[in-house]
């Protein structure tokens, strides 16, 4: 996950480096703990006395410090959406009310109230009722004037009409009425109509009630996109895996996922919420800070201007937890220019409390048995961390990163066990030492911190959204053959069991916060399910995939590909087809028969026995129609038609040929691209 920005924590680092001597140095090399890493370095006068407030004024990178919500600001967002709505332009209103939501302190209640109030009136014209609706409870919750509110009233009963939830439209006209009663500065004509609008409509609406037999109101739509679905049963030890999966052990390679039973090219083998996960700081204001969705109608956090979410269930969440933390510090962390995998580590801290962490302390080092949960940090402090392979400056590196991230949970209030209320000052910042009563806290926060940047290193993964272009007018297809954008950088702790292939069996996509990972070839029973981790043989060379792995994973690959040198996509032969020996005693060769071969029986060179190919080249004959066919769906946005075509193909082509061969590359893609389009998206 490359995300490099240069921010102030460089010039700490670089600062400390050249400051610690030999002496120093050795000390360090010779701890055998990240506990001790960590405590020693904060115990360095060097790093104490260190003033990181002129580095961080200094810093352009992430916007100004500290950022705070700010009311000037707030009522000219306001002003813009009241201009934008005088000129009927609805989509700019509610993104200028948006706005002002974002930056109207929440003291404010009156403003936000009426701000809210008016988003919800962008709403309505653009026939979001259901937001509509949720917008006036919260404009109401804040207090919206008393005279006022017969607008909102109606404007509600409007709604509940079209979602034809007659019982709760009554409800809400009957407010209106008694709105009306206190709507002052509304002239007496257009209040008495009002009220005999309302009047006629409760009339109605209540005849209507009694000749139905008084049907109870639909259910409210929900929001948020369902939960992906399992099929079948789950790995009982690995719930978020199919049973069609079991982890297996090797010295070699460690843990890695193999095929319990023959999966078909489409099923889904794996859907799980991250153990933890963060957006990027760019994104931060158009996506969902808690499951990072693309959200046109945010919800700001009430105190800080810094991000917004999706729903109330994902702000609550959020608030509940790490971002009652991380509120104020986020501005620091976003100018510090730290990595993606830096949050991530600092996040997997602040999610849970203090005493969460306390009670796991003893058993952290015994391997987990039992249920393997996402949410269990056990799982996640278990994963690969080559710690035993990490050099000095390696460790001196991530253990500076870590002071600094302890420096932050110290600023949030997280070691007193209470989100600090007020903003972050950069009086706050003038010195690196942590308080002296923090000692055991450093120790243990900073053990885990230490140890969580070393096993993001290995396995965290990007979380990305596919970017499609605009339907085209008259077409209500979207065509999800967009680009990928990297959203944000998260830690899946069951597929991170998954080990790497160059020729990948699985496709990950994301929907909402899950990752759902599926076959996008048949892979046989006991064959091993292997993701990618970067380089793809068809089109990158083996040299340069193999140092890449190294470089960046720490291992050497042995994949098929790797070993066998299999050509890339462009250099594919297409002068002869790869036949599956199709002996009786199985036999694993393969056969290379020239295009312009006349026999139809060829002989094995291993096992001597004879292969029909000429059967083998009957089952295939329909299945460069079968191409054309799916390529057509695609190209209309059927991506459902088009997969069942490029499976079909797929089984056919398995049970003749072997690859690598360019059709079936050309078959996987196309059903991998399809699959993507199964995931989140936005329209740009
Ligand atoms: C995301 S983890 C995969 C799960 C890991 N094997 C475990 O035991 O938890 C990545 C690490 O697994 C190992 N690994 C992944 N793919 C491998 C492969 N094809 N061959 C050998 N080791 C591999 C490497 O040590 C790598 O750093």
Not at 60 to 66: A, D
Not at 595 to 599: A, G, H, V
């Given at each position: 996950m490359s995300q490099e920005i240069e921010g102030f924590f460089k010039k700490f680092h670089e600062n400390i480096s050249s400051t610690i001597d030999d002496v120093t140095n050795n000390n360090f090399a010779n701890l055998e703990s990240n506990s001790k890493r960590v405590s020693y370095l904060c115990s360095l006068p060097c790093v104490k006395d260190y003033d990181l407030s002129n580095d961080v004024a200094k810093c352009?990178?992430?916007?100004?410090?500290?950022v705070e919500k700010d009311v000037e600001k707030a009522r000219q967002f306001k002003e813009e959406g009241n201009k934008a709505v005088q000129v009927g332009d609805w989509a700019k209103a509610l993104h200028l009310y948006s706005q002002s939501m974002i930056y109207m302190?929440?003291?404010e209640t009156e403003d936000l109230s009426i701000v809210i109030a008016n988003r919800s009136a962008a709403l309505n014209h653009l026939e979001q009722y259901e937001d509509c609706i949720s917008d006036i409870k919260r404009s109401l919750s804040l207090g919206y004037p008393r005279h006022l509110r017969y607008k909102i009233y109606e404007r509600k009963a409007r709604c509940l009409l079209v979602l034809k939830r007659n019982q709760e439209a009554i409800v809400a006209f009957q407010d209106t009425l008694s709105a009306l009663d206190e709507?002052?500065?509304?002239?007496k004509e257009k209040r008495q109509k009002m009220r005999t609008d309302a009047k006629l409509m409760l009339e109605i609406l209540n005849k209507g009630l009694v000749l139905a037999g008084r049907p109870k109101d639909p259910e409210p739509l929900k929001k948020s996109p369902p939960k992906p679905k399992l099929p079948g049963?789950?790995?009982?030890?690995?719930?978020?895996?199919?049973?069609a999966v079991q982890i297996d052990y090797s010295e070699t390679k460690g843990r890695f996922a193999t095929a319990t039973t023959n999966i078909q090219?489409?099923?889904?083998l794996l859907v799980e919420k991250p153990h933890s996960g963060v957006l990027l700081a760019e994104y931060a204001k158009t996506?969902?800070?808690?499951?990072f969705v693309k959200c046109v109608i945010p919800l700001p956090c009430p105190k800080c201007p810094n991000v917004i979410f999706c729903s109330d269930k994902c702000l609550d969440a959020a608030e509940k937890s790490y971002h009652g933390y991380e509120c104020h510090i986020l501005p620091l962390i976003w100018k510090s220019g730290c990595s993606i995998t830096c949050h991530i580590a600092l996040r997997m801290i602040t999610q849970n409390n203090k005493e969460y962490f306390k009670g796991l302390i003893d058993e952290l080092d015994n391997k987990p048995t039992g249920t393997y949960k996402t949410n269990d940090y056990r799982n996640i402090y278990n994963l690969v961390s080559h710690e035993d392979k990490r050099t000095k400056q390696d460790f001196l590196h991530r253990t500076q990163m870590t002071v600094f991230l302890l420096k932050l949970l110290e600023i949030s209030g997280y070691f007193d066990g209470k989100p600090k209320k007020k903003s972050v000052d950069?009086?706050?910042?003038?010195?690196?030492a942590i308080a002296g009563s923090y000692a055991e806290d450093i120790a243990l926060f900073g053990g885990l911190i230490l140890k969580n940047l070393q096993v993001l290193q290995f396995n965290a993964h990007e979380v990305f959204e596919l970017q499609c272009p605009k339907p085209k007018v008259g077409q209500n297809i979207i065509k999800h053959d967009g680009k990928s954008v990297f959203l944000a950088g998260a830690v899946f702790p069951t597929l991170a069991l998954f080990n790497h292939c160059c020729d990948p069996n699985v496709v990950r996509y994301f929907t909402g916060p899950y990752i759902v990972v599926r076959a996008v070839k048949n892979i046989q029973k006991g064959e091993e399910i292997s993701e990618n981790y970067g380089p793809i043989f068809t089109t990158v060379p083996k040299e340069k995939r193999k140092i890449q792995l190294k470089d960046q994973y720490w291992f050497d690959c042995t994949c098929t590909p790797c070993e066998q040198n299999w050509p890339m996509y462009k250099d594919?032969?297409?002068?002869y087809m790869r036949f599956k020996?199709?002996?009786?005693?199985?036999c694993p060769n393969v056969i290379p028969v020239p295009?312009?071969?006349?026999?139809f029986m060829v002989q094995c060179g291993l096992c001597q026995q004879y292969t029909n190919i000429l059967k083998g080249l009957k089952s295939l004959q329909d299945t460069e129609m079968m191409y054309k066919l799916g390529r057509v769906a695609m190209e209309e946005g059927k991506y459902g038609d088009a997969m069942k075509k490029f499976i079909e193909m797929l089984k056919l082509y398995d049970a003749t040929l072997a690859p690598p061969y360019r059709s079936f590359y050309d078959c996987v893609q196309d059903l991998r691209s399809c699959m993507l389009s199964m995931g989140n998206y936005c329209i740009v």
């Open positions: 352009e990178t992430g916007g100004k410090f500290p302190p929440q003291k709507a002052n500065n509304l002239n049963k789950h790995n009982q030890r690995y719930p978020a895996a199919s049973e090219a489409g099923d889904v996506h969902c800070q808690n499951c950069i009086e706050d910042i003038k010195t690196m594919m032969t297409e002068n020996c199709d002996s009786d005693r199985p295009y312009d071969c006349k026999e």
